[in-house]
C-alpha cells in the first residue's frame, strides 16, 4: 500500500482523515486491522476496493529472461496498458 501506513506521520493523516483509533501497523499483516477500521467507520462512506496480484522474484525473473514466457509478458503488458487507458 503506498503511503506506508505504518509510518507515523502518515498514519497521523489516517487517524485525521478517517477517524482511526488504532495505532501504526507494526508489519504488513496488520494493515488489514487498519483496512477494517477504516472500512467500518461511518467516516469513509464510500465503496472501495483493491486488487493484488503478488509475482515472486523467480516468475519476475523468467518474465524478463524466458522466451517461452514471451505470450504471457506481451498478456500482461497488453492488461496494463488499457487498464492505464481506462483510467
Same mark, same amino acid.
Given at each position: ?29 496488520? %494493515? ?6 477504516? #472500512?467500518?467507520?461511518?467516516v469513509s462512506e464510500c465503496? $472501495?476496493? /483493491?486488487? !493484488?496480484?503478488?509475482f515472486s522474484e523467480k516468475?519476475?525473473?523468467?518474465? %524478463? ?6 505470450? #504471457?509478458?506481451?498478456y500482461l503488458h497488453e492488461?496494463? $496498458?488499457? /487498464?492505464? !487507458?481506462?483510467?
Amino acid at each position: 500500500m503506498l503511503p506506508n501506513i505504518g509510518c507515523v506521520t502518515n498514519h497521523i493523516n489516517l487517524q485525521r482523515d478517517f477517524n482511526v483509533q488504532l495505532p501504526p501497523a507494526k508489519s504488513l499483516y496488520d %494493515h488489514w486491522y487498519i483496512f477494517r477500521e477504516i #472500512l467500518n467507520n461511518k467516516v469513509s462512506e464510500c465503496s $472501495w476496493r /483493491s486488487c !493484488l496480484i503478488y509475482f515472486s522474484e523467480k516468475w519476475v525473473e523468467k518474465l %524478463h529472461t524466458d522466451k517461452s514466457w514471451v505470450y #504471457l509478458k506481451m498478456y500482461l503488458h497488453e492488461l496494463a $496498458w488499457k /487498464s492505464f !487507458l481506462m483510467s
